[in-house]
């Protein structure tokens, strides 16, 4: 039983292109591509400076066409995406939100649709670019914490943009055991195996509570004015943005602009894999904005998503097994994520509701006021995390389990 219980754990793995260690973040990050495509590597990896000095939108113009036929595998294409999208970023902001670049260049453009599409990813700079492949070792024999881990490209903000995105890495690395035991779970529950249910369930609290434990580093490596008046226009997108109200042309792909959501944490498939596994829903503008944000996500993390979703529901499992071990199991999975959130709601309060309304000096002619209510992501951060948090607190199972599913209902 136990040999079988590995063997589908490793096809999962596979099928959903996750590690049990690493969960959905991409091992072992390529930094280097065909020496045809150097000419993107020395844009994003001198990005900061050029952004600083002016002088990237300039050598973009320069940039000859390139295809992306002599990219060969996922990791090169992974790389190629998170370089075109730094550019990109870059490009767009270098001005700040007084002049953002309304047209992105047909030699920036085209190469990124067509390596986005192989990748079946929005050509946009995402979560999973940005926090999931962006990382490398500094003593490749050392551990990944957060004093050996650096940056594969950054954006100005020093210090502050490599713990904010390094911290996010973290976080992900902490949900790797959780999205192990949720399919543990999964698999459990198909043959009414209810000790390892259980376990399954612990596993996956255990794991809500290391990454809230993790987030808290971001207080010690990112500084508020940092973070707000320099790096947070960078991952900015063009979607519900009033900086840029009808999205953005892509030269050679579309004669017509093209609207496309900044990175943020709701690109996460960690918190939207606990949301089907916990059978948590959310509504309206929330729930739309949700299953969006699934467009942003690797295809192969997506499928792991939406094969929970259609799984029998577990807390209707539980319920019906009048189980108080494990409507506890399952209330501590559900409060674990309720804290997550709450955590996740006062630091965003910290980084960006407090800056904005102190109305802090912009040093590289940042997001000022333009985002003051406006999540990366094009969301009404405030509402869109109240609602998160309120709907998981829904999901909790209030009565004792010998109650009839009738009476709950």
Same mark, same amino acid.
């Given at each position: 039983m136990?040999?079988?219980?590995?063997?589908a754990?490793?096809?999962?793995?596979?099928?959903?292109d996750?590690?049990?260690e690493?969960?959905?973040?991409?091992?072992?990050?390529?930094?280097?591509?065909p020496?045809?495509?150097?000419?993107w590597l020395?844009?994003?990896?001198?990005l900061t400076?050029?952004i600083?000095s002016?002088?990237?939108r300039d050598?973009?113009?320069?940039m000859?066409?390139?295809s992306?036929?002599l990219?060969s595998?996922h990791?090169e294409?992974r790389l190629?995406h998170?370089?075109l999208?730094? *550019? &990109?970023?870059g490009y767009?902001? %270098?001005? $700040?939100?007084?002049?953002p670049?309304q047209? !992105?260049? +047909?030699?920036?453009?085209?190469p990124?649709?067509?390596?986005?599409?192989?990748?079946?990813?929005?050509?946009i700079?995402?979560?999973?670019d940005?926090?999931?492949?962006?990382?490398?070792?500094?003593?490749?024999?050392?551990?990944?914490?957060?004093?050996?881990?650096?940056?594969?490209?950054?954006?100005?903000?020093?210090?502050s943009?490599r713990?904010?995105?390094?911290?996010s890495?973290l976080v992900?690395m902490?949900?790797?055991?959780?999205?192990?035991?949720?399919?543990?779970v999964?698999?459990?529950?198909? *043959? &009414?195996?209810?000790?390892?249910? %259980?376990r $399954?369930l612990?596993?996956v609290?255990?794991? !809500?509570? +290391?990454m809230k434990?993790?987030f808290?580093?971001m207080?010690?490596?990112?500084d508020?004015?940092?973070f707000h008046g320099?790096?947070?226009?960078f991952?900015s997108?063009?979607r519900d943005?009033?900086?840029?109200p009808?999205g953005?042309?892509y030269?050679g792909v579309?004669?017509?602009p093209?609207?496309?959501?900044?990175?943020s944490?709701?690109?996460s498939?960690?918190?939207q894999?606990?949301d089907a596994l916990?059978?948590?829903?959310?509504?309206?503008?929330?729930?739309?904005?949700?299953?969006r944000?699934r467009e942003y996500m690797?295809p192969?993390h997506?499928r792991?998503?939406?094969?929970?979703?259609v799984?029998?529901?577990?807390?209707?499992?539980?319920?019906?097994?009048?189980s108080?071990?494990?409507c506890q199991?399952?209330n501590?999975?559900?409060?674990?994520?309720v804290?997550?959130r709450?955590?996740?709601l006062k630091?965003?309060?910290?980084y960006?509701i407090?800056?904005?309304?102190?109305?802090?000096g912009?040093?590289?002619?940042?997001?000022g006021?333009a985002?003051?209510?406006?999540?990366t992501g094009?969301?009404?951060?405030?509402v869109?995390?109240k609602?998160?948090?309120?709907?998981?607190q829904k999901?909790?199972i209030?009565?004792?389990?010998?109650?009839?599913?009738?009476?709950?209902?």
């Amino acid at each position: 039983m136990e040999t079988n219980s590995r063997e589908a754990l490793q096809e999962d793995y596979d099928a959903f292109d996750i590690s049990d260690e690493l969960g959905f973040i991409l091992e072992e990050p390529l930094n280097h591509l065909p020496d045809h495509y150097q000419v993107w590597l020395d844009l994003a990896n001198n990005l900061t400076h050029l952004i600083k000095s002016r002088k990237l939108r300039d050598l973009v113009h320069k940039m000859p066409v390139l295809s992306p036929n002599l990219l060969s595998n996922h990791r090169e294409l992974r790389l190629a995406h998170l370089a075109l999208g730094f *550019i &990109s970023m870059g490009y767009v902001w %270098q001005e $700040g939100q007084q002049s953002p670049a309304q047209i !992105l260049p +047909k030699a920036l453009a085209l190469p990124y649709w067509l390596v986005s599409d192989r990748l079946g990813l929005p050509a946009i700079l995402t979560y999973a670019d940005s926090v999931l492949c962006n990382w490398k070792l500094r003593d490749p024999t050392g551990d990944m914490e957060i004093g050996n881990l650096d940056l594969i490209f950054s954006f100005p903000g020093g210090e502050s943009c490599r713990g904010f995105f390094i911290v996010s890495l973290l976080v992900e690395m902490a949900a790797s055991s959780g999205i192990t035991g949720a399919l543990e779970v999964m698999h459990a529950m198909k *043959i &009414s195996d209810l000790s390892s249910l %259980q376990r $399954g369930l612990v596993k996956v609290t255990q794991s !809500l509570k +290391k990454m809230k434990e993790t987030f808290k580093l971001m207080h010690n490596h990112v500084d508020p004015t940092a973070f707000h008046g320099t790096l947070r226009i960078f991952v900015s997108g063009w979607r519900d943005n009033p900086m840029l109200p009808r999205g953005l042309l892509y030269e050679g792909v579309s004669n017509e602009p093209i609207l496309l959501s900044g990175g943020s944490a709701a690109q996460s498939s960690a918190l939207q894999c606990y949301d089907a596994l916990l059978c948590i829903h959310h509504e309206d503008e929330t729930g739309a904005f949700l299953t969006r944000m699934r467009e942003y996500m690797p295809p192969a993390h997506r499928r792991l998503i939406e094969t929970l979703s259609v799984c029998p529901s577990l807390r209707d499992f539980i319920l019906s097994h009048r189980s108080s071990d494990l409507c506890q199991a399952f209330n501590s999975c559900i409060s674990a994520l309720v804290d997550l959130r709450n955590y996740h709601l006062k630091t965003v309060a910290k980084y960006v509701i407090l800056p904005g309304s102190q109305a802090m000096g912009c040093p590289l002619r940042g997001v000022g006021t333009a985002l003051r209510t406006t999540g990366t992501g094009g969301s009404s951060f405030m509402v869109f995390l109240k609602s998160t948090r309120n709907a998981t607190q829904k999901a909790l199972i209030q009565e004792r389990p010998s109650a009839s599913r009738e009476t709950e209902i």
